[in-house]
């Protein structure tokens, strides 16, 4: 007789990394449940027989505790991303990016969850002169954004046990396609402004930036669920592919879209001063080390997936559809 595969619940499951998450643990044989408001809509995510949608609040304890019912592992995105976003109503940022948080692991534990992956952020570090960023740095978070999901992560790992297995993750700036786009992400918002006004304007530019490829942060989400407890179980890890200042990303781009897209002609490039001062250089030599695990995708590759995409017609409305940018949709949401 067959074993009935485990089941995942993926809170923010029809955001931008779940859309391209689910149907990769899909595609592994898990049973997936998504709780999510669906701000996007649901047709970001596939119809499949091991899919359940579950539209409903996470501060809703009550729905909670039956999304995490006969749930194996959960892997938690849902947040309000971004600063502009978070900053629209602080108030209920926090409800939904921290307030919850620590209800969420309580009734995941007491579900008997197995196994906890909490999506942090590399920008719980804020400002670093440091030339590599490790897991050991100190959190200097500039935002509320960055302050509240940095606020999390001890909280998960007082939960931490034998039975209960927790790790946290801090991706860098995710990057590339996704049926659920954001166009509101330094890499994707280039790539667009390239392609559909043939010209990138760069606010600062000596920043440094970290990103990843979003089916190498989701692949990682996937793998996560295998791996032994004793490697991950209390453990943090950064993941980011490499680090580059936001000018560099630009030429990156305004050279790739040239490449790939020539009908388009010469792509202008312009910079203009930027009071954000967001400035990191992480390192992901721990992820590597101690599980083995290094990005394979670049932002080139990125990059040419997104053309890909803008040539297909898959990205109608780009410029001014509000889908594509969490502060519009989250405005039109009547949520904020």
């Known amino acids: 007789m067959a074993?009935?595969?485990?089941?995942v619940l993926v809170t923010g499951g029809g955001g931008y990394v779940g859309a391209v998450l689910v149907p990769k643990l899909l595609a592994k044989g898990y049973r997936v449940r998504v709780i999510d408001l669906f701000l996007f809509g649901r047709n970001v995510l596939?119809?499949?027989a091991a899919l359940e949608l579950v539209a409903a609040d996470i501060r809703d304890e009550k729905a909670l505790a039956k999304a995490t019912a006969g749930v194996e592992s959960v892997i938690h995105l849902a947040c309000i991303s971004n600063d502009p976003s978070f900053e629209l109503n602080p108030g209920l940022s926090r409800s939904i990016n921290y307030d919850c948080f620590e209800p969420l692991v309580s009734i995941s534990r007491r579900a008997g969850v197995r196994r906890f992956v909490y999506a942090s952020t590399s920008s719980v570090y804020g400002v670093s002169d440091a030339p590599d960023v490790t897991e050991e740095?100190?959190?200097?978070?500039?935002?509320?954004y960055n302050k509240y999901k940095g606020m999390c992560e001890p909280i998960l790992l007082r939960y931490q046990a034998p039975a209960f297995t927790t790790v946290i993750i801090r991706p860098a700036t995710v990057c590339g396609y996704s049926p659920r786009l954001r166009l509101d992400l330094t890499v994707n918002i280039l790539t667009s402004l390239a392609i559909n006004q043939r010209r990138i304007t760069v606010f600062g530019g000596a920043q440094k930036r970290p990103n990843i490829h979003i089916d190498d942060i989701s692949d990682l989400y996937v793998e996560l669920l295998d791996v032994?407890?004793?490697?991950i179980a209390g453990k943090t890890f950064n993941a980011a592919y490499q680090n580059h200042t936001v000018a560099q990303l630009a030429e990156m781009v305004r050279s790739i879209v040239s490449r790939e897209m020539p009908e388009l002609g010469p792509i202008a490039l312009e910079t203009v001063p930027s009071n954000d001062t967001r400035s990191y250089h992480v390192s992901s030599e721990k992820i590597k080390r101690e599980l083995s695990w290094s990005p394979r995708r670049t932002i080139e590759d990125a990059v040419m997936d997104l053309c890909g995409a803008f040539r297909a017609g898959r990205i109608p409305d780009p410029l001014n559809d509000t889908r594509y940018y969490n502060v519009k949709t989250i405005q039109a949401s009547g949520l904020a």
């Open 46 to 48: 596939p119809t499949h």
């Open 137 to 144: 740095h100190p959190l200097v978070p500039l935002t509320d």
């Open 228 to 231: 032994p407890a004793d490697l």
């Open 3 to 7: 074993t009935k595969r485990p089941t």
